[in-house]
């Protein structure tokens, strides 16, 4: 199959998985000020008794067809700091990944997402995607959301313009060529903004996206307090940060695996962010 055609089937599936995206998200991401905060929830205190899991419209549905290719979006507006969590009815949560794909540790990540039929957010770094864009067209395929991370994961506040820029559009292009299309989100390493890395991803085309809950992943504190951190920080509408790369992340791999089913056992919805114009 040809290159183009590959790419028209990903635009295709990400058009119907834009689709079930909005339905499971009901509102648009908010900021952490001029906002009322995220209550905690109550901590799940562990795994519930098992019960076969549904399909539902907040988790990822077979895609079938060829649909129209989906509207390029608006430039988003310049914001004064990053989204950090999804304001909306019902209690939807969303997990994100940062700094890979890593082929040690991505797949694992995927398979059980899979398995679960949930979709999240992966923040890729451009080196690393550079290397391994059969995981990003795997994301594509699965209905993930793939999201700008730079390209060299550097601290955007010591570097110039001109550098930040050649970070986002690099990793820009390596997305759009292996996951089929440009992204629609981007997050600074380290949680680092700036007035420039606003202004310069608003003018890709991209929304600034934070996080609520930290898991700390890259500590690497043992997989049982990643699960604990997860769970506790559990309530409607909030962000989880954790990393699918950037060293050993096989702790991550397994507190994915156990603390996923007992969200949806709690009754909590796990998808992904929509814009909410066009």
Known sequence: M???QLLTRRRALLAGAAAVGAAGTAGVLATGTGDAPVRPAVPVAGPPARRA?????YRL?????YGPRRAVPARPPVRREPLLRVSGRGRTMVLTFDDGPDPRYTPDILDTLAEYEVRAMFFVCGEMADGNKDLLARMADDGHVVGNHTWSHPLLTRLTRRRIRREMERTCDVIEEAYGERPLW????YGAWNRAAFQLGAELGMEPLAWTVDTLDWTTPGSRTIVDRVEDGAAPGVVVLSHDAGGDRSQ???ALRRYLP??????????VPRRQYT
């Open 2 to 4: 040809k290159k183009d």
């Open 262 to 271: 007992r969200l949806l056992d709690s009754g909590y919805h796990i998808t």
């Open 53 to 57: 899991h549904q399909p539902s419209a």
């Open 186 to 189: 981007f997050r600074a390493p």
């Open 252 to 254: 991550s791999v397994t």
């Open 61 to 65: 549905q077979p895609l079938t067809g």
